[in-house]
């Protein structure tokens, strides 16, 4: 079945250092959705990327299509404590119906 | 901006009621999802809908059931709840295709004991 993991399941960090984690598929994606779930909410979506090589930035983070198209990067530089939260990849679903699928998250925790 | 309202942070239920999540859009979009999310396993699609009165089976709709009477109006049914259903239930809703990314709801974090 269609897989999207992520990795790495959780990390902690120093307010300052810039963090990296990366979503791959067992498929080939055209579609790449980055979000990020603060604690007691739903997912917002922070950036969308659309074709392979692509590098798109929203302030501090940056997101990369994989040119495979089996995988995403994100960045988050120099990171505060409000960056706190996990973040999920995702992208439409292989069955063809109208939907996203999600990858099993990162859970980041900054330590001030 | 979007708004998806699910209207219960948090619930607390007894194994056999029946328990609907109740979630509400506010910007017309024809189609809306309930997912669920567990730790480790990231959010999983149970049910969605593309129009009033559909109905699509998502990836684990045992247990579940859904109703979509009205176009803003997506809810989640529990039919006889069991403790393997705590989870937090996520409620979204987006017009078009799924590419420009879902809005939403903040979730209800239901138990059932």
């Known amino acids: 079945g269609q897989q999207l993991n992520q990795s790495p399941q959780s990390m902690f960090i120093q307010e300052g250092e810039d963090v990296s984690m990366n979503c791959t598929s067992s498929?080939?994606?055209?579609?790449w959705l980055w979000y990020k779930q603060d604690p007691g909410e739903g997912p917002v979506l922070l950036i969308a990327l659309y074709k392979a090589g692509e590098l798109t930035s929203n302030g501090r983070l940056t997101a990369q299509f994989g040119i495979t198209r089996k995988d995403s990067f994100l960045n988050i530089s120099a990171s505060i404590p409000s960056d706190v939260g996990i973040y999920f990849c995702?992208?439409?679903?292989?069955?063809?119906?109208?939907?996203?699928?999600f990858g099993t998250g990162t859970r980041l925790t900054v330590i001030p | 901006d979007v708004k998806v309202t699910q209207s219960s942070r948090y619930l607390v239920k007894r194994t056999g009621e029946k328990v609907f999540l109740e979630c509400v859009q506010d910007?017309?979009?024809?189609?809306m999802f309930w997912y669920r999310q567990d730790p480790g396993l990231g959010l999983r699609l149970i049910y969605f809908s593309y129009d009033v009165k559909m109905k699509e089976k998502g990836d684990i709709p045992e247990g579940y059931s859904v109703s979509r009477e009205k176009k803003e109006r997506f809810s989640l049914i529990l039919e006889s709840a069991s403790t393997n259903q705590t989870s937090m239930y996520l409620c979204?809703?987006?017009?078009?295709?799924?590419?420009?990314?879902?809005?939403f709801g903040s979730g209800t974090r239901l138990t059932v004991v």
């Open positions: 910007m017309d979009h024809e189609n």
């Open positions: 498929s080939i994606f055209n579609t």
């Open positions: 979204a809703s987006i017009q078009g295709q799924v590419d420009y990314g879902y809005t």
């Open positions: 995702a992208g439409p679903t292989l069955t063809g119906a109208n939907n996203l699928f």
